[in-house]
Nanobody, 121 residues
Framework: VQLVESWGGLVQPGGSLKLSCATSGFIFSNYVISWSRQVPGKERGLVAGSGSGGGITHYAESVKGRFTIYRDIGKNTVYIEMNGLKHEDTAVYYC???????????????WGQGTQVTVSS
């Protein structure tokens, strides 16, 4: 199983950035895929999630209206488009894929290595 994040970088406040998470090794449509972020000294927090199948999305209050998560099923890739970026969006962004077995007894949970997003003038 692999999740590889890409396209992080430096952007000015108010700017835009799109991150990608290329996945392999599991059935993409069966998994919830989410983006989380972490800054040094703080816990990792959920930013946005895409339900299995991609029909349902969820966003943290701090990014609603600015970030959009979506899937490209043909490429087994999840993207997050980030607009109106603020200094406080600076973090390492991680892609996460998880599902719970039909019995509910086993959880499958995979993470990427993270990509740095820095919002600075």
């Amino acid at each position: 199983v692999q999740l590889v994040e890409s396209w992080g970088g430096l952007v000015q406040p108010g700017g835009s950035l799109k991150l990608s998470c290329a996945t392999s090794g599991f059935i993409f449509s069966n998994y919830v895929i989410s983006w989380s972020r972490q800054v040094p000294g703080k816990e990792r927090g959920l930013v946005a999630g895409s339900g299995s199948g991609g029909g349902i999305t969820h966003y943290a209050e701090s990014v609603k209206g600015r970030f959009t998560i979506y899937r490209d099923i043909g490429k087994n890739t999840v993207y997050i488009e980030m607009n109106g970026l603020k200094h406080e969006d600076t973090a390492v962004y991680y892609c996460n894929a998880w599902m719970v077995s039909m019995t509910g007894l086993k959880r499958y949970d995979y993470w990427g290595q993270g990509t740095q997003v820095t919002v600075s003038s």
